[in-house]
């Protein structure tokens, strides 16, 4: 067995591996961040008074860094178009998404755009704009399987995440036999991929990209929800929303809204449908 | 103060919630009996394979070791999450294996089960040890020379008398179980966390953690006073010569 001494020393050659470890770790993390200023320093020039926006980054393809630093994404880019028709520069504060609605109506940031869905719970306390995206949700399976849709996810194991609407959907009409809610969306695309539950309930495009980057699962039916996603201020600050909402409506009309749609989704946006939840929102 | 008290102590949202947060307790408490009695076996295994006498022992004293310090090293939230996220891959092993469903019960209870079989059946063994250590090293000797070999030894003389010296200790592993318990939510088996967490996400509430933290604190504080009461007991003995000195 070890003698002290020889405990102690291997005890020290621990703590200064441990040292060396966190100093390395503190160095890389300093030098990571202060490039992330640097990026979003930039991405505020340009014309215009700074819009700033609160996101929980990263969620893709919502919102995610970009490879060149800064943020991007369907949010990021639209906002920029809107914020083109109404003369503002946005500029993206990573946030978290627990907080975001409190901070917004702190005035930490002057918006919120973080596919963040308009609910009568969050506009007690922020108003939201038009809706500018319909949520849709996804029903993934393994390649080959007999579940073919919704209705076929009766008396299975089904899948999804935490407090998301595809929970929602799962506990109100798929009549599962037993429904896992997984603290992260990837966990339960994992627990698909391995066969412990037959079906997961997602986001749309967050299943689609799952789909192409893990392969072997598929999309079997896509269910539209009456979801909708806002952009949020602060309670009472009605010239902002205002500006928002005319921004989003001309980015609509001129097309930029199509083609941000296209490039992040790969599809056609669903037009029509879009308008008429603007009108109906535009009624209340 | 009054969003104090609205975010962590709303009576309606704990009323409201009450049955759905105490059957999901009873999940907690089900996990925990289940994994407490395996661990407790396999504690006194691998406290046995630590103490196995003679040069032919090495290997298995060896592995023992390495096995009680990597598991006692290793968080378990991440052995918790390479059982449920690995194990079920592993297609070598029979599907009854990879994807358990006994008596039942889900993977997910049994691959957590199974995560706090492996912990802390290494805190346990080490309990164990100290209470075979405990044990007057005279009794094995004296044991050996009536002609009992190892084994019997530990079997009649030293585990029985180790085992009145482990209460105190492993009532303590005993409640830091029953609350790692908990854990098992981040691979979406529905206990107590899991539900309460899903009530905060829809009301943005807290209280319904709160109500969960209460039923812990039910079953962990008698606990705790026990584990006080019992090393007192035990200083008790241990100090009863003294006592007649001093009078």
Known sequence: ?284 | MKVFFEQYFDFHIMGEHFGEVFEAFLQNLLIFFVAAIIALIWGLVLALFRQAPGKKFIPIRVLTIAYIDVLRAVPLLIIILMISGGVPFLDFLPKDIRIPHWLGKPDPFWYGVAALVFVYGAYMAEVYRAGIEAVPSGQMEAARSLGMSHLQAMRHIIVPQAVTKVPAPMLNELISLLKDTTLVSVIAFGESVLVSREILAEQLNSSALVLTAAFFLVICLPGARLVDYLIKRNQGKMSRGAHIEVA
């Open chain 1, 1 to 284: 067995m070890f003698s002290k001494t020889r405990l102690v020393a291997l005890m020290a050659v621990l703590l200064v591996g441990l040292v060396a470890v966190v100093v390395a770790g503190c160095g890389g993390g300093g030098s990571s961040s202060s490039s992330e200023t640097t990026a979003t320093e930039e991405s505020a020039e340009g014309g215009g008074e700074t819009l700033t926006v609160g996101s929980d980054i990263p969620y893709p393809p919502f919102e995610q860094k970009a490879s060149g630093g800064g943020y991007t994404g369907f949010d990021v880019e639209l906002m920029e178009a809107i914020g083109k028709e109404i003369g503002r520069e946005p500029e993206f504060i990573d946030s978290s998404f627990e907080t975001i609605f409190r901070d917004v109506a702190q005035g930490k940031f002057e918006a919120v755009m973080s596919a963040a869905t308009i609910t009568e719970e969050r506009e007690k306390v922020v108003a939201f704009s038009l809706p500018y995206y319909l949520s849709e949700q996804a029903i993934l399976v393994k390649e080959g399987s007999d579940i073919k849709g919704l209705a076929d996810l009766k008396g299975r194991v089904v899948a999804a995440q935490q407090g998301t609407t595809g929970l929602e959907l799962g506990k109100e009409k798929a009549e599962a036999s037993e429904l896992r809610p997984y603290p992260e969306g990837p966990d339960a695309d994992n627990a698909l991929k391995a066969g412990t539950v037959e079906a997961v309930i997602i986001d749309a495009p967050v299943a689609k990209q799952q789909a192409e980057e893990l392969g072997g699962i598929e999309i079997v039916e896509k269910v539209p929800t009456d979801e909708t996603y806002g952009i949020a201020v602060e309670k009472g600050n009605t010239e902002l929303i205002e500006q928002i909402n005319e921004g989003l409506k001309k980015a609509i009309a001129d097309g930029s809204y199509t083609k941000v749609y296209e490039k992040w989704f790969k599809e056609a946006p669903p037009l029509e449908a879009l308008e008429k939840a603007i009108e109906e929102a535009e009624s209340k």
